[in-house]
């Protein structure tokens, strides 16, 4: 929050007093799991768009999530290679062992529709999951073993030796940056007071915390090292301590004074331009209102608004053209014939509409008129009962052909992506891809209703 989100010690403190509760609406969560974003100005002096993500305390139900905003990021700044934006997923080594969707998500980083380059992954080693020692929290040595699938670099680095950390965080990123692959760092460490500061860690981990207590800090080992190497002497260091301790104690004092510091607003980047919502504002004013004000308002209210949603015959005729011809040296499927004769049919209003031809004609004209739309799901393509048809496998050497990926005029996109078969991470990417990419209409298609039960998480 403070030495990588640029807040402030006050902001930290605020926290801790209780802060805001008006800043805090929406935010029901503790204080280690809101999130934050800066622009940093790098010492060459460029500009990074930094954001944590707000992280619910369903453990690794976030990591899929900014999986997705990565990509909508990506994807909006047309970074193909995507060398231009990273994430940095951090995580306990309980959670990456015991949470399901850990394991859901490494397996979305090779696939074609879910893939951002590669992710460097850094597991908090804490040696135990709040009291629960490793030997009941995994059948694995090592807590990163479900990294294994991906055949990926994982570096066990040790937390009490910051150069060699810092040496090895440069190295993942060089690394992922090569080779666009995930990179695993396994920090082994430790948490010195237990789960959080009003944690008793001795019930459950005696001997453990026994050693823990008779362990220096790290900034203690580390001030050793550089008194011993002769880069500081014990002035500077005595300096350094009582500097650090100044500033914490003034800006623990102005927030006891003046109260507490404002969050930077979410609304921001993608989002400046959209307002709304009853939190916006909360105003002190008189809320009686007479009787014949609410009546009125309560006539319109239950009126649906007429928005207008049709498009020219003319664009439907186009589009069910374009989508009912088959290009020249494709080799359609023979049962797929009758198909597209069918929506051409509908097409020219001598027959019924039928879901598939209404979904078609929707995402079509969306994308002529500049909107992104991004279809995913257990078999999406296809559609589960055959009713879909969004992309065509050639019948004798499987290209793939999407008739709305080549829809001539449109300013938008249209892409489809068949998922594997994970609700939770897969519904996640597709939310955290949403929250980036405003413009897009982005759907998860459950493949039947109880493929929802494994995604409540994310709803």
Not at 171 to 199: K, S, W
Not at 203 to 221: C, D, G, H, N
Request: a negative charge; one cysteine or more.
């Amino acid at each position: 929050m403070m030495n990588v989100m640029g807040q402030t010690p006050a902001q930290i403190f605020s926290r801790f007093a209780g802060g805001d509760p008006l800043e805090n609406l929406g935010r029901g969560d503790v204080k280690y799991h809101l999130g934050s974003h800066r622009t940093y100005t790098t010492r060459h002096g460029k500009e990074m768009y930094l954001a944590l993500g707000f992280n619910p305390s369903h453990l690794e139900a976030i990591t899929p999530v900014m999986s997705g905003r990565v990509r909508a990021g990506q994807d909006l700044m047309g970074d193909a290679e995507r060398s231009r934006m990273l994430l940095v997923s951090i995580h306990g080594d309980a959670a990456v062992m015991g949470q399901g969707v850990y394991a859901e998500t490494l397996n979305l980083a090779g696939l074609h529709g879910y893939g951002i380059g590669g992710t460097i992954r850094v597991v908090i080693n804490n040696q135990v999951g709040f009291t629960t020692n490793p030997i009941d929290s995994r059948s694995t040595v090592y807590c990163t073993a479900v990294a294994d699938m991906l055949h990926v670099p994982v570096f066990h680095v040790n937390g009490d030796d910051p150069e060699a950390a810092a040496h090895v965080a440069k190295l993942a990123v060089a690394f992922r940056q090569a080779f666009h692959t995930d990179v695993i760092i396994d920090l082994v460490c430790y948490r010195r007071f237990g789960h959080n500061e009003g944690d008793e860690p001795t019930f459950t981990q005696p001997l453990m915390y026994e050693k823990i207590k008779r362990q220096p800090s790290v900034r203690a080992i580390y001030q050793k090292v550089l008194l011993d190497r002769g880069t500081v002497d014990r002035a500077q260091v005595q300096q350094m301590d009582d500097d650090s301790r100044a500033e914490f104690e003034a800006a623990l004092d102005e927030v006891r004074r003046l109260g507490f510091s404002t969050a930077p607003p979410p609304m921001h980047g993608v989002w400046e331009s959209y307002r709304g919502g009853p939190d916006a504002t909360v105003p002190e004013v008189e809320t009686k209102v007479p009787r014949e004000t609410l009546e009125a308002i309560s006539r319109h209210t239950t009126t649906v608004p007429e928005v207008e949603t049709k498009v020219p015959r003319e664009t439907l005729e186009a589009i069910t053209r374009h989508i009912t011809t088959v290009p020249e040296g494709f080799h359609l499927h023979p049962k797929l014939g009758r198909f597209l004769d069918e929506l051409s049919a509908m097409g020219r209003g001598e027959a019924p509409v039928s879901w598939a031809f209404a979904e078609h004609m929707a995402y079509g004209s969306l994308v002529l008129e500049g909107a992104c739309v991004r279809l995913s799901g257990q078999d999406a393509m296809r559609g589960t009962f055959t009713h879909r048809h969004a992309g065509w496998v050639d019948h004798e050497d499987e290209r793939h052909y999407l008739p709305l990926m080549t829809l001539p005029g449109a300013k938008g996109k249209f892409e489809v992506h068949n998922s594997p078969l994970s609700e939770f991470a897969v519904l996640g990417f597709e939310f955290g891809y949403s929250l980036a990419a405003p413009e897009t209409l982005v759907i998860w298609e459950a493949q039947f209703g109880d493929f929802c039960n494994g995604a409540q998480v994310i709803i």
